[in-house]
């Protein structure tokens, strides 16, 4: 069981920067692939970024491939994902989440999820 809580959301101007970050309770932290994902009012949830158990391998969706970028600490059993050049359109609620072993872009192949943090950027 893994229990996910982020945080770092808020309100920044368009071309501006945020870190969210993403707390997990276990002890089994790196027996598990993370990945963030967004959703935006009257859409559909979208796939950000994922990255594998030991962090030596990321994917990135193409709306923010050069722009975020995803890291985790698994000494602190912690996921980040820095923003960088943010855009109006990247407006969401965030949210963390978690499946063993094998990273996934798919939300639906994923176990745990946190309860996710607003990011609102401003034109």
């Known amino acids: 069981q893994v229990q996910l809580v982020e945080s770092g959301g808020g309100l920044v101007q368009a071309g501006g920067s945020l870190r969210l970050s993403c707390a997990a309770s276990?002890?089994?932290?790196?027996?598990?692939?993370l990945g963030w994902f967004r959703q935006a009012p009257g859409k559909e949830r979208e796939f950000v970024a994922t990255?594998?158990?030991?962090?030596?391998?990321?994917v990135y969706s193409d709306s923010v491939k050069g722009r975020f970028t995803i890291s985790r600490d698994n000494a602190k059993n912690t996921v980040a994902l820095k923003m960088n050049s943010l855009k109006p359109e990247d407006t969401a609620v965030y949210s963390c989440?978690?499946?063993?072993?094998?990273?996934?872009?798919?939300?639906?192949?994923?176990?745990?999820w946190g309860q996710g943090t607003q990011v609102t950027v401003s034109s």
């Open positions: 989440a978690a499946r063993p072993f094998v990273s996934s872009s798919n939300y639906h192949e994923h176990n745990y």
């Open positions: 276990g002890r089994t932290f790196n027996n598990y692939a």
């Open positions: 990255i594998n158990r030991s962090g030596g391998s990321t």
